[in-house]
Nanobody, 121 residues
């Protein structure tokens, strides 16, 4: 069992930065790939980024490549999402999830409650 708690969301101006954190409980955190997803009002949840269990591999959706960076610290049971050059279109609730290496939400076993990111234009 893994419990996930996101933090770090907030209101930021376009062009600004935020760093999201996702703290995990449970001794099996380091065995899971970790993903970040987001959901804007009226839209479906969409994949943002993923990192492998040991941090050796990462993958991003096209619209965040070069702007967002995913990382993890297994000693701290935490995964991060550094978001730079934020755009109004990045406004959404951001969720972290633990599961298999996949961009599909249904392949993840555990989800956090989400953290709101609002980018003002």
């Amino acid at each position: 069992q893994v419990q996930l708690v996101e933090s770090g969301g907030g209101l930021v101006q376009a062009g600004g930065s935020l760093r999201l954190s996702c703290a995990a409980s449970g001794r099996t955190f380091s065995t899971y790939a970790m993903g970040w997803f987001r959901q804007a009002p009226g839209k479906e949840r969409e994949f943002v980024a993923i990192i492998s269990w040991n941090g050796g591999n990462t993958y991003y959706t096209n619209f965040v490549k070069g702007r967002f960076t995913i990382s993890r610290d297994n000693a701290k049971n935490t995964v991060y999402l550094q978001m730079n050059t934020l755009q109004h279109e990045d406004t959404a609730v951001y969720y972290c999830a633990a599961g298999r290496w996949s961009t599909t939400a249904t392949m993840y076993d555990y989800w956090g409650q989400g953290t709101q990111v609002t980018v003002s234009s």
